[in-house]
Nanobody
């Protein structure tokens, strides 16, 4: 049974930082591409950051220079370090695992239950 469990969400003031973590089980983590997506109320789910096996990364333009995605294959975890947070970053953040090189724009693979991030102005 595949499980992706996110942690680290919460309420933070604009300009602050948060670190999200996702612990995976039930998959051969090192061969999976991992991503963080978010969904704000009334909006579609969107890619925030992705990291391929081999650690090649991709970021949404809106978070470049502020967010950093990383993975630890030994611990089967993927992290998202978020800095200089803005109210527009408020959303539910979801961890994603995908077993093949599918475009990040396609909603595919396994999903966590989500963790709320709220940035106050």
């Amino acid at each position: 049974q595949v499980q992706l469990v996110e942690s680290g969400g919460g309420l933070v003031q604009a300009g602050g930082s948060l670190r999200l973590s996702c612990a995976a089980s039930g998959i051969s983590f090192s061969i999976y591409d991992m991503g963080w997506y978010r969904q704000a109320p009334g909006k579609q789910r969107e890619l925030v950051a992705g990291i391929r096996r081999g650690s090649r990364t991709i970021y949404a333009d809106s978070v470049k220079g502020r967010f950093t995605i990383s993975r630890d294959d030994a611990k089967s975890t993927v992290n998202l370090q978020m800095s200089s947070l803005k109210p527009d970053d408020t959303a539910v953040y979801y961890c994603n695992a995908r077993s093949s090189t599918v475009a990040w724009s396609i909603m595919f693979g396994y999903w966590g239950q989500g963790t709320q991030v709220t940035v106050s102005s």
